[in-house]
């Protein structure tokens, strides 16, 4: 239901990165504002809002560390509510929402267990919602949905708020080197996630 709201309402027009960071703006500095956020993140996930746009907005609304803490707390506690919803949901429920995703990723989750969350979580083949929700599905014990979850996740968050705050200083200060060197990061980075999600398709 969540998910359809998204999808087939203005709700996905509306709700873009320009908007979101605007929005982010006017929260910054707030006593409620690590919570407001956390809350953002965990709702986001229930309508199936494409989690990138969340990390983005985070990272050019607050400061690295801060944005870093954000993004892992908000994250976790996403994955949470939707690994709890897999758990009591019917499974023709989770059918209709996971579609396609439901039969490889069920089969990798059950059989590998922590392992296949650490991996999808590294290098996701997903999107962030159906998995932590076929994850609850699947009966995964939750400390090993937690652990994997983390150790998945907390590295990739890394390489977002880094590049995030390398772009954002080279729209401020240009340079040639730094520009040389973000290019090179990200079509590093694009090949080495490509071979490794391709890798990963064939064997879940």
């Not at 979101?20 to 703006?25: D, Q, S």
């Not at 949470?80 to 499974?91: E, F, M, N, S």
Request: charged share 15%; hydrophobic share 55%.
């Amino acid at each position: 239901m969540f998910g359809a709201l998204w999808r087939f309402t203005p709700l996905h027009e509306r709700l873009n990165l320009q908007t979101l960071i605007r929005w982010g703006a006017l929260v910054r500095g707030r006593p409620w504002t690590p919570l407001g956020v956390v809350i953002i993140f965990t709702v986001g996930g229930l309508f199936f809002f494409v989690h990138a746009i969340l990390l983005w907005t985070t990272v050019f609304t607050f400061d690295p560390l801060d944005a870093f803490l954000y993004c892992e707390l908000g994250s976790l506690s996403s994955a949470l509510v939707l690994y709890a919803l897999g758990r009591i949901l019917k499974r023709d429920v989770i059918k209709r929402i996971a579609g396609s995703y439901m039969g490889k990723l069920s089969q990798a989750l059950g059989r590998q267990g922590i392992v296949s969350v650490f991996l999808l979580h590294l290098f996701p083949i997903c999107p962030f919602s159906i998995l932590n929700l076929l994850s609850g599905a699947t009966h995964i014990r939750f400390k090993d949905f937690v652990i994997g979850t983390l150790l998945g996740m907390t590295p990739g968050l890394f390489v977002v708020v880094f590049f995030g705050n390398r772009l954002l200083k080279i729209i401020e200060h240009p340079h040639a080197l730094d520009i040389l060197f973000l290019a090179a990061f990200a079509a590093a980075g694009f090949f080495v996630l490509r071979a490794a999600r391709r890798r990963l398709l064939t064997n879940v």
